[in-house]
Structure formats: structure tokens, C-alpha cells
């Protein structure tokens, strides 16, 4: 659970530079990615990726609930197990349509990945 959660991080954080705009520098950017930047923590690059409609709210919200478990596990003084959480996990798969697609293809920066990620279909 916890390298899953490092991935998501990542993946949003690749997310996020591929689809900055040209004027905010990759220098900046990398500032506010690493440590003590403030796109550090997996949740602030999902609540930017949200805030600036490069994924949905169904994916926010799987997200979301994807930290909650990857803190329960990181922070559980007993055995953690997956096959307790059957209903959240099958929770965060439920994404809406065209999300399977945006999630596979690589990270180009071009609008119809945005439109992918973000559940509508690109014009």
C-alpha cells in the first residue's frame, strides 16, 4: 500500500509537469516538488491536479481514499490487510468512464490526455 501510494504520487506529479503551462518554469516547478516544496505531499498534488481540472472528481476522490489507506498501514500498530478493505478498493475502482485509458497512455501534455484524465471526451 505504501508503494502504491508513492506511484500515485508520482504519477501526478508527472501529470503535473507534463501539463504546466509553458511560462512556469521546469526550475520552479521542481522547487515546489521536492522537499519542503509545497507539491511535496501526495495530497497537495492531488488537490492541485484537481483544482486545475487535469483529473476528475472521481479520481480526487479514489485518491483520497487511497491516502487513507496508505496512512492506516503506515500508521497501524496491528497486521494490516488489504482483504479488509474489499469495499474501499473496490471504491477507488470506480472511475468513471475514459479514466482506464488516461490512466495506461503516457503522460504527453496534449489535450486529449487532459480530456482523458478528466473524464470528457476529447474534441
Not at 30 to 53: E, H, I, N, T, W
Not at 55 to 72: C, F, M, W
Not at 92 to 107: F, N, Q, S
Request: net charge positive; charged share 25%.
Amino acid at each position: 500500500m505504501l508503494t502504491a501510494g508513492e506511484l500515485v504520487a508520482d504519477t501526478l506529479g508527472s501529470v503535473i509537469e507534463k501539463l504546466r503551462p509553458e511560462a512556469f518554469g521546469a526550475k520552479r516547478l521542481k522547487q515546489l516538488m521536492d522537499y519542503p516544496g509545497l507539491l511535496k505531499s501526495f495530497s497537495a498534488r492531488a488537490d492541485v491536479a484537481f483544482l486545475a481540472g487535469f483529473i476528475d472528481e472521481n479520481a480526487h476522490t479514489a485518491i483520497g481514499k487511497s491516502r487513507k489507506l496508505r496512512n492506516q498501514a503506515a500508521h497501524s500498530k496491528a497486521t494490516f490487510s488489504l482483504t479488509e478493505h474489499r469495499e474501499t478498493l473496490r471504491e477507488m475502482c470506480e472511475l468513471g468512464p475514459g479514466t482506464a485509458a488516461g490512466v495506461i497512455r503516457e503522460c504527453r501534455g496534449d489535450e486529449s490526455l487532459r480530456a482523458t484524465l478528466s473524464g470528457r471526451a476529447a474534441s
